[in-house]
Each structure stands twice: as structure tokens, then as C-alpha cells.
């Protein structure tokens, strides 16, 4: 298969996800700002989702760059990374119907997390493996620790939701931000 075509694919797939989010996304019924402010979990959600649905377009593409060839197994592993982040949304406006107060949608959000942190992993071994370039595949293989980790983390987030769910949110918005800090964006291919 054709790497532009597969990207191409990819790409459409998480605009789609996007647009989902903010089609869910909930209005207060009276046009007051203790009323929008009565849903701040719910915008604090939607911006997380969104942030990490971008992180994974970004670093989709970083995996994408390195490689020349994409053979049978790169291809599962993108649809499987796809299928995964396409739940984002459903988990999104399953914690947000109880304004993140109820435990089980609230762990229900971080255990789609975790498939996603899970599948990028899978997606990066596998990517590393199809590559020629050393470097390049040393590089996935710390990458996908790194999914390890922040999957680790995520879990810790739905175990929290249980016992304290709001506070579950602010653990859900520590990957990102680690991820961050552990990986700036904007390194040239080369760095790849």
C-alpha cells in the first residue's frame, strides 16, 4: 500500500473523530456564566480529548515520516490505533452526561486512554521493526516505553475514579502535559 494513501486515510478518520467531539459538546440551557460555569468538567474534558486526539495526529505523523514501506503488519496496527481513538469520543460524552461525577464512565474515559497509549505502543514496536534505519528504530522502541508509562498513568486515573472521579480528570490531563515534557514536538526527521 501506497504511505501517502494510508496517511491520507488516517487523517480523514481523526477529522472525523474531531468533528464528533464538538458535535457532543454541551450547551447550558440558561445563556448565564454560572450556568457555563456548572460545566467546566465537561469543556476541561473536551479540551483534553481534543489535545490528545491531536497528539496522536502529530505523532502519527512523526512515526509515518521515518518510514519508507508500509507492510501488512504497520497496517493492522494503524487500524487498531484508529478503532481506539475513535472511542475518545463515546468516552468523552459518557463521563460528560454526569458532568464527571459518576466512577464507572469516569474510569470508562481512562481505560480508553490506556487502549490508546496500549495501541500507539503496539503501533510504534511494529513501526520499528519495519524500518531499515537503526536509529529510527531505537527511537520506537523508547517511544512506545514512553506509551507504557503514560498507559500506566491512566490506569492510576481510572482506579482514582472510583474513589474521588473529578479528581480522576486532573490525572487524565497529567499525560499529555508529561508527554510533553518528556518529548517536545517540532524535532526535524533527522532527530527521529
Not at 469520543?89 to 481512562?110: C, D, E, H, I, M
Request: glycine letters at 6%; proline letters at 4%; a positive charge.
Amino acid at each position: 500500500m501506497d504511505k501517502s494513501r494510508l496517511e491520507a486515510f488516517s487523517d480523514g478518520v481523526i477529522a472525523i473523530i474531531l468533528t464528533i467531539m464538538v458535535l457532543d459538546l454541551k450547551v447550558p440551557k440558561e445563556p448565564t456564566l454560572e450556568a457555563l460555569g456548572n460545566f467546566w468538567p465537561i469543556y476541561f474534558a473536551y479540551a483534553l480529548s481534543y489535545g490528545n486526539v491531536f497528539f496522536v495526529w502529530l505523532n502519527h505523523h512523526d512515526i509515518f515520516a521515518s518510514l519508507k514501506d508500509i507492510n501488512r503488519s504497520v497496517l493492522l496496527s494503524n487500524g487498531l490505533l484508529l478503532f481506539v481513538v475513535s472511542l475518545i469520543p463515546f468516552a468523552t460524552a459518557f463521563a460528560s452526561q454526569s458532568n464527571w461525577k459518576a466512577p464507572l464512565s469516569v474510569a470508562a474515559y481512562g481505560i480508553v486512554l490506556v487502549a490508546v497509549c496500549l495501541a500507539f505502543g503496539h503501533l510504534r514496536l511494529v513501526a520499528g521493526k519495519s524500518t531499515a534505519d537503526a536509529k529510527a528504530a531505537e527511537h520506537y522502541r523508547k517511544e512506545a516505553r514512553i506509551s507504557l508509562a503514560l498507559a500506566a498513568l491512566f490506569l492510576l486515573g481510572s482506579l482514582c475514579a472510583w474513589f474521588l472521579p473529578i479528581s480522576a480528570l486532573f490525572l487524565y490531563a497529567a499525560g499529555p502535559l508529561l508527554r510533553g515534557l518528556l518529548r517536545p514536538f517540532g524535532r526535524s526527521r533527522s532527530e527521529v
